[in-house]
Structures are given as structure tokens and as C-alpha cells.
């Protein structure tokens, strides 16, 4: 079945460094738009980032613009996040998620991972 | 960036109980509002699209209706596996997909 499952979450030092994988299986994950949604703790959902199919459209959220980089290898069937500068707020649960799309372009998140966990202390 | 709205940020209600979440949108989104369910321990649910699509799988308890600013989720007969928090999310102003701030809903 579709299924997504993100890992490299761990503890790391203000100002460090990261990187997060997520891996796509049971769908043809070169055909979807890819995003990154993230939870702080008892904080409410946020989005992040996005990636079209080919790479050649990103977007991010102010929080993490310009520190945080997103990108996939079609091949491989994975998403990532760089994340640089890391700051005590970037905090949370970090979840990928499949982005769907009607004919009229609505899009929305239709498969997500169980998500990984990022300390900044 | 559009800001969402819930209201209430969290209730209390009775199994069979119907229930509404209101989500406004600072400015007009069209239909391009979506729904998820998200459970403590649980991987996010998508629950409805397009203001009032439901997702296949999700139970026909679930209901999405709105357009513009104002938007709103019913859930009808009230299940205590329906403990979670609720959040909308509008998709029309992209790049950026705002979330509200979720509704708790207990039982």
C-alpha cells in the first residue's frame, strides 16, 4: 500500500545541522508533489516546504526560508529536508505528505508518514 | 500569507452528539479548503477536500460544506474514536498552505 516513512530525526545542538529522508513506496512517487509539514510540542500543525514532481518548483514557509532546503531523487524514491542553522523553535514532529491534486487543482495531503522526531536543545 | 481561523479551539461533547467546527479565512480561498484529523500517537488523517469532498475510506459521518471565507465540519453521531484534534487548511494562496490553529474535540 502507499506508505511514506521519514527518519533522521535526533537531538542536535543550536545552530547544527540536519538531514531528514523520507521514503515513498506502493505509489509512482515521480507523479506527486511532495511537502513538509512539521508539530511543535503542543503546537498545532505547520507546513513547511514544498517540491513539485520534477524538482523545478520549491516553496517554503517564512519560519525556514532561506535555512532549510528541500529536494528528491525520483530514482531513489525519496524526499529530503536540509536543515541548517537549527534554532530551539524548529522543535517538533516532522511529517512528510503525499500532495494530491483534482482536475480543478485543489490539492491536498493525502498520505502522510508517521513522522520524525527533532530536538534543538 | 491568508490566515485561518477555528472556532471553537476545543469542545466537549456526548457520544451521538453533533458537532461543528467553523474554520474563516482572512481572505476569499474559493473551495480550496481541506479538513484533517489528527490523533495523539496517529499519523494525520485527511478527512475532506475541496470544502466538502469526502475522502475515500472516511466515514459518511464526516461532512465539509463552505466557500469563501467560512467553512465548516460536521461530524454527526459523535464517536468516541472521534477524540482528536481537528484542523483546516486552505491550499489557494499558494506557495504557502496555512493551517488553523486545530479544535480539540473530547468527549
Known amino acids: 500500500q502507499e506508505q511514506l516513512v521519514e527518519s533522521g530525526g535526533i537531538w542536535v545542538k543550536p545552530g547544527g545541522s540536519l538531514r531528514l529522508s523520507c521514503a515513498a513506496s506502493?505509489?509512482?512517487?515521480?507523479?506527486?508533489?511532495m511537502s513538509w509539514i512539521r508539530q511543535a510540542p503542543g503546537q498545532g500543525l505547520e507546513w513547511i516546504s514544498y517540491i513539485s514532481s520534477s524538482s523545478a518548483y520549491t516553496n517554503y514557509a517564512d519560519s525556514v526560508k532561506g535555512r532549510f532546503t528541500i529536494s528528491r531523487d525520483n530514482a531513489d524514491n525519496s524526499l529530503y529536508l536540509e536543515m541548517n542553522n537549527l534554532r530551539a523553535d524548529d522543535t517538533a514532529v516532522y511529517y512528510c505528505?503525499?500532495?494530491?491534486?483534482?482536475?480543478?487543482?485543489?490539492?491536498?495531503?493525502?498520505?502522510w508518514g508517521k513522522g520524525t522526531t527533532v530536538t534543538v536543545s | 500569507d491568508v490566515q485561518m481561523t477555528q472556532s471553537p479551539s476545543s469542545l466537549s461533547a456526548s457520544v451521538g452528539d453533533t458537532v461543528t467546527i467553523t474554520c474563516r479565512a482572512s481572505e476569499n480561498i474559493n473551495d480550496y479548503l481541506n479538513w484533517y484529523q489528527l490523533k495523539s500517537g496517529e499519523v494525520p488523517k485527511l478527512l475532506i477536500y475541496a470544502a466538502s469532498t469526502l475522502q475515500s475510506g472516511v466515514p459518511s459521518r464526516f461532512s465539509g460544506s463552505g466557500s469563501g471565507t467560512d467553512f465548516t465540519l460536521t461530524i454527526k453521531s459523535l464517536l468516541p474514536e472521534d477524540i482528536a484534534t481537528y484542523y483546516c487548511q486552505q491550499t489557494y494562496r499558494t506557495p504557502r498552505y496555512t493551517f488553523g490553529q486545530g479544535t480539540k474535540v473530547e468527549i
Open positions: 505528505a503525499r500532495d494530491a491534486m483534482t482536475s480543478s487543482y485543489h490539492y491536498y495531503m493525502d498520505v
Open positions: 506502493g505509489f509512482i512517487f515521480s507523479n506527486y508533489y
